[in-house]
């Protein structure tokens, strides 16, 4: 693995780190001022916590990796790794939030169907990859691609907690 493609991992894993340092924040003086979060803005919370964590474990995988064979990046085991992870984060988060994340799915949006969409693609590109089929340069780049999705949706995320935290009806 190259120094770019390390610094970009790690530039991208702080990233991450600070969405969910801030929107913690921001959750607990919401949680102070109303008494408790609302279903919509926990949703929210969960969501940005879910994108968060993929982008940190995403940017994670494959340094941990190299130092275990640095004789070549494997960014088709990290792709696995990665996918076979997001997935179960994914139905673990979904079975104890499911309440909060319906509520938000009955509200529908634009926004909504873009982050579903979205996960599909970087899904099915991590997918792609730990076929081993794209070749090492093309992987970095779908893989990469898949870390700024993950960035991407907790950005969106946090819009919603901030919409939602000076909206009225939370």
């Known amino acids: 693995m190259d120094a770019d493609s390390r610094d970009l991992l ?29 279903p919509r803005i926990r949703a929210a919370m969960q969501s940005l916590i879910d994108y968060g964590l993929l982008a940190l474990l995403a940017c994670a995988v494959p340094l941990v990796l190299q130092v275990f064979d640095p004789a070549r990046p494997h960014w088709d085991l990290a792709s696995g790794i990665v996918l076979a992870l997001g997935v179960l984060y994914g139905l673990v988060a979904h079975h104890f ?10 509200t529908g949006s634009f926004l909504l169907w873009l982050l579903f969409i979205g996960d599909f693609v970087a899904y099915a590109s991590l997918g792609v990859n730990a ?14 691609a898949s870390v700024v999705w993950f960035l991407f949706g907790s950005a969106i995320s946090f819009r919603g907690i901030m919409v939602l935290a000076w909206s009225d009806d939370g």
């Open 97 to 106: 939030y499911r309440e909060a994340l319906a509520e938000v799915l009955r």
């Open 131 to 144: 076929t081993g089929w794209p070749g090492d340069r093309s992987a970095a780049v779908y893989f990469c």
């Open 10 to 38: 790690l530039t991208a894993a702080e990233i991450a780190v600070a969405f969910m340092g801030f929107a913690s924040l921001v959750g607990v003086f919401l949680a102070r001022n109303r008494g408790g979060l609302p």
